[in-house]
Nanobody, 119 residues
Framework: QVRLAETGGGSVQAGGSLTLSCEAS????????MAWFRQGPEKEREIVAS???????YYADPVQGRFTISRHRSRSAITLQMNNLKPEDTAVYFC?????????????WGQGTLVNVSS
């Protein structure tokens, strides 16, 4: 079983920065990809950014240029650097892991960490 633990959430004023971290434990052979999703108040869950262990990254349009996802190659861990935060970034952020490329969905999920951005 794989477990994901997120850290780094908190409250910040608009324009500020936060860094989220996620590390997998358990049976964590090098994953195919990991990602950050978020779910804001009364909104559906949406993908924020993803990274394949090959290094390929994806960013959702609302965070492009403000957020940076990175991975630790020796560990199943990722980081999300969030700069110039906006009130609309307020959400619970979830880390997810996809074990193999053939899976259409992410296989494992963290419990989530709250990010609150005040104006």
């Amino acid at each position: 079983q794989v477990r994901l633990a997120e850290t780094g959430g908190g409250s910040v004023q608009a324009g500020g920065s936060l860094t989220l971290s996620c590390e997998a434990s358990g049976r964590t052979l090098s994953p195919y990809a990991m990602a950050w999703f978020r779910q804001g108040p009364e909104k559906e869950r949406e993908i924020v950014a993803s990274i394949r262990w090959s290094g390929h990254t994806y960013y959702a349009d609302p965070v492009q240029g403000r957020f940076t996802i990175s991975r630790h190659r020796s560990r199943s861990a990722i980081t999300l650097q969030m700069n110039n935060l906006k009130p609309e970034d307020t959400a619970v952020y979830f880390c997810a892991l996809k074990a193999v490329s053939g899976n259409s969905e992410y296989d494992y999920w963290g419990q989530g960490t709250l990010v609150n951005v005040s104006s």
